[in-house]
């Protein structure tokens, strides 16, 4: 290892380090939320049969597969700051922009060593060269779950994804600000799951006649645009955009518009089944429902609504105007929003896929995955002021040592007792009792222990009273 | 966001990936024992009182502070992709390679917010662009923790860490090949944490009459470099590095040698207190034992050992080769090694320091850290057959889907139940038993429910017998 002097070794030159936009990072009592959230989240994923994996932070450039799309931008490349000839003979290497990516690669890497079907959730941090402005992470945490099996996968998993994520959501621990009660999530936001199929949509396109890849692709875009911008300037461009690449003279575009428009009016209002959406469709006489694309999509969305009937009413609804940006999303589609802010987007969001590694192996992986965008959601939270921020550790006692060293062994047994019985033990330093029980107190620890007499007192109530290491409980 | 096209867009064009070198990715089964791993350490060290932290992945290069020392090739810069002319107005970033460079800034930056002393933990992974070769990582876990208090830091702490870092690495979740049991770590390896104070050193030198920094710091690299390379060699090149640079003509560098010599041999027996290596050393009519900084030392190790006296005999042993090859170190030192591979290196180390972050803020910080090489040591056991590595998956019980459907709610009921009671379940897929089995097999899940006559199956014994859902414990 080589001889590095540290960031102790300078003292005359002081660096003043400013935050890193884009990077956040939190105080001990935020950090402890944070955990807490996380270990919720794992412990969700795992209750459903999900097994952990967690991939490295880089990938070969040539498995992110950069096209000079859009999202290349985003893409951080890796390097040695002092580079010799050698660097050049390997791979470069990007840090991942998402867990899509390090999983398809991972399930083709290690596709003899799977059990399938393979259910997995990953919970890492993302990274994304995004320019820098308020609220936009370069850093984030993402948690995705992902079930893939060769050749093709039952729908029952479709209505799965949901059924987690309304577990994980509602009860992430959280704090309201007004009764200064700390409540699970779904007790302070109004939280949907919006499901749709894709398969609706492409049919209902088909049946006016499109077959162009192109202005199905327009189409698509422009309907997931629909909760984030108002509608008119849309459809507007929609309709220019399908005038200039229209090749089939039959096609009115102005007609094909007007079409879509009766879609997106229909699509607007929620349903709690397909039913009611295939009712709303056929009541419109222009719409030709007996597609059988659009069929499909229809009964998949049944057999996904069906298998949530559990649910609190208004926890899942069909909405089909969700579609989702990416382009390999083949049939259910997922968005997650706070009813009450439509416009701040989707937190957790995702779909079913025909084909997970196509780019990476000769197998056909389908599946179907969903992500929640943790960070984003958890600071959003955290600036308005409902996490259940205390503590500023774990600690849930702190032992005042004795004035006579005589009792020091048995502070020591206090200690060694309670720690044993999973109990979060610290000896207070120093000498001064006031500064110890000030230490407690802007630690926020909940309790303080007097070895002499074995008394305990609760620094929440003030009370004291006395107690046995071996029977008491926080 | 950015619409990117994803691994699955691009049937025709396979590229199959290789693993990269240096960055290693576990199949689930390992990732299972990993988690438990890092789980066991977190707790430890809450157990302890000490709060976690997280640092982003990257920190401005001039914080890192690259000196155009060795450490320098090891550091990986970040850039986007597709630069612009505002990616050269942000500070440059660089991709963390230890724990210590983000700790310093974080406790600079966040001072006024921090309440001391401050105790932390940290397990994240860190990156270091070594050249590739076998069992050298790129990406890898770190443990750290650290006390830090303005102005100054109680002998005590000192005494914790080797006590804390007993206690995780003692009872690590192993394996044992030949009797097949899973053990805790020290039923499988001798650990030793071995530990020393550097004043005794510098104390030792001072008495020879070197005041040259230059000369002390040969001097303490040779000794740090002891128990990894023969001593004969290593001998030469001190001396012949002394010579070169003692400017002082009343210094022999020969008999300067020799006493090296005399200390190195005591040094390496192992002691239990201090007071048994301050007899060796008087022993030694050379020695003068009353230089002051001497003193010092061999009252912190005894203060040290003092403190430790409740763990086992031979956990904790005075180390007098020990120096730790890092400047910062001024006080107690550590190491932790298997007794029966010496050769092998520090798994665990750190020590006593001055200032953390003297660089970034005109505050003195003294403190006492140590580290675990997680990954290292990790993946030594597992290439060892020596993880407790069984289960593929977290489910505890596949629920095989009754034939009747008249009997769905009951089997929605018994999995609601069981998850709620904090048990792992999975439904079954597919239709055939036969399959249905074996996959339970091939996923180590160890029990299979049959929701029909409430019959469940334990997997590893093979024997069925009837349970309800709400009193069945696993």
Known sequence: MAVYKGPMSDKKKIYKPSPVSGFPEWL??????????????????????????????????????????????E???????????????????????????????????????????????????????????AGRMREFYQCDIDVINPDNLPIAFDAEMPAIIWEVLSSLPCYNPETKKNVPLKELENIQIRVSNRKIL??????????????KAIIFRTIDKLTKEHLSPLIVGMHEALKECNEDPSIDTEQLT????????????????????????????????????????????????DNLSHLPEGAVVADLSIVRGLDYY??????TVFTED??????????????LAGSYINKHLPGVGISIGFSRLFDRL?????????????????????????????????????????????????????????????????????????????????????ADPHSWNK
């Not at 967690?54 to 950069?66: D, K």
């Not at 439509?342 to 084909?355: F, N, Q």
């Open 28 to 73: 001990p009592e935020v950090r402890i939320v944070e955990q807490q959230w996380l270990d919720h989240i794992r412990k969700v994923f795992e209750s459903y049969g999900f097994c952990s994996i967690e991939t490295p932070a880089v990938e070969e450039l040539n498995v992110i597969g950069a096209k000079g799309e859009d999202v290349d931008k």
């Open 75 to 133: 893409i951080y490349v890796i390097e040695r700051l002092h580079k010799d000839e050698n660097d050049t003979k390997e791979a470069r290497l990007a840090l991942h922009f998402d867990q899509t990516v390090p999983f398809a690669r991972y399930a083709a890497q290690h596709f003899n060593d799977l059990v399938f079907p393979f259910k997995r959730y990953q919970m890492q941090k993302v990274w994304r060269g995004e320019r820098p402005q």
């Open 202 to 215: 492409t049919g209902y396109i088909e049946t006016l006649g499109i077959q162009s890849e192109e202005m």
């Open 258 to 305: 007007d079409s879509i428009m009766e879609f997106i009016k229909i699509a607007k209002n929620k349903f709690t089944n397909a039913d009611e959406f295939e009712d709303a469709l056929k009541f419109n006489s222009e719409i030709n429902t007996s597609n059988e694309t659009l069929q499909k999509g229809i009964e998949e969305l049944s057999a996904v609504l």
């Open 330 to 335: 083949t049939g259910t589609v997922y968005e």
């Open 342 to 355: 439509p416009t701040y987007g989707s937190i957790c969001s995702g779909g079913r896929y025909d084909d």
């Open 382 to 466: 955290r600036t308005q002021g409902k996490l259940p921020v205390s503590r500023k550790c774990p600690t849930d006692v702190l032992i005042i040592p004795p004035r006579d060293e005589a009792d020091l062994p048995k502070m020591k047994d206090i200690e060694t007792t309670l720690r044993g019985r999973g109990i979060n033990v610290e000896i207070a330093h120093g000498k001064k009792m006031n500064k110890q029980m000030a230490y407690a107190e802007k630690k926020g620890i909940p309790y303080v222990w007097f070895p002499e007499d074995d008394q305990v007192k609760d620094m929440r109530t003030g009370e004291q009273s006395p």
